[in-house]
């Protein structure tokens, strides 16, 4: 009895493995099938170009919306565009990304750039490897990039004087000096934030000349914003915050990153209707804010065609072998009279 009991258990186990057997059999052909299909479809799709984009904040919507334009524009015409930190688990900076952009031999770079001496010699090395580079927002006027692909500073700070101009007259008393921060990078060196301010005060000092008796005098200052990454953005904005006895009534924000730090520490400091905020980009964060009365308006950015043209400026020099040194984008004012339209928009093409 105990015999056939043993080898009935025996005949179970070797059923059961014999099972698992043809089982793991039949998912490794399943498995190696498809992994050979996929391959065979990936190496029959044979692009004519590869361009690559490195970006400051690569994660940040406003750099994900100028990547899809340009990865749209790339694909109508047969060129593959990749923004090149998806491929790497690791955190690298974009000077790492450059070198090795140049190192894997790609077809064009699309770049934020800066004005650092390394980065005009990785750019000026890009371009002797027959590389072109295209910056994107932040140019490196010093080196041989082919082309600057972004917004006109003095107009854009034109635009915010003229919001600053607006909001002294905006409810607010007449003769009590209205403080304006506007924050800058402290560690950049790239000399558009000093068009952009120069522009703002020659707006607000046009506008004061004008209409002397229509609005409060008002004081312009720079704060610094340490912008190695988002943690720093966010200490330095609470650290304005937190000056009590010095707050100021307008903070002029030219990123995205800052304004959404900026709405965030208003909002958890209780000072809101307080300070306004003057945003850079239109992401739903933003606009929700300015739907909520806590961010008095924005400039939003055409990042279609910021990806756009720099796969125009790509091909072109590959085609022509120059191009236009300058492309510059459309930017918009949003205010609560307008932002319902943008939600709208944004949730249409979220669908």
Known sequence: MKEKMKKRNLLGIWVTLAALICVSGVLMFIFVSYSKSLGQQEISKEYDKYYVMIADDPKASL????????????????????????????????????????????????????????????INSAMKKKIPVVTVFSDNANSARISFVGIG??????????????????????YRTIKVSVLVDSNS?????????????????EDSRKHPYSHSPISLSLYS????????VEESVRGLLQKKDDLPDVVVCLNEIDTTSVYQAVVDYNEVGKISILGYYDS??????????????????????????????LNEYHEMGNTSQYFTADVSIIKKSNVSAHLKEGATDEE
């Open 189 to 205: 060196r790239d000399s558009s934030q000093n068009v952009l301010y120069a522009a703002i005060q020659e707006a607000v000092e």
């Open 63 to 122: 750099w994900q919306s100028v990547y899809e334009s340009a990865f749209n524009a790339g694909l109508d015409q047969n060129i593959y565009v990749e923004m090149l930190s998806d491929r790497f688990s690791e955190n690298y900076t974009k000077y790492q990304l450059m070198e090795i952009a140049i190192a894997s031999k790609v077809d064009g770079i699309i770049l934020s750039a800066d004005e650092s001496d390394e980065m005009t010699q990785l």
């Open 153 to 174: 500073n003095y107009n854009l700070g034109k635009e915010y004087g003229n919001l600053i101009s607006e909001l002294s007259e905006a409810g607010n008393s007449q």
């Open 225 to 232: 914003v340490d912008a190695t990454n988002r943690f720093s």
């Open 284 to 313: 739903e964060a933003i606009l929700k804010g300015i739907e909520r009365n806590v961010i008095y308006s924005t400039i939003s950015v055409d990042t279609a065609q910021l990806g756009q043209f720099s796969i125009d400026a």
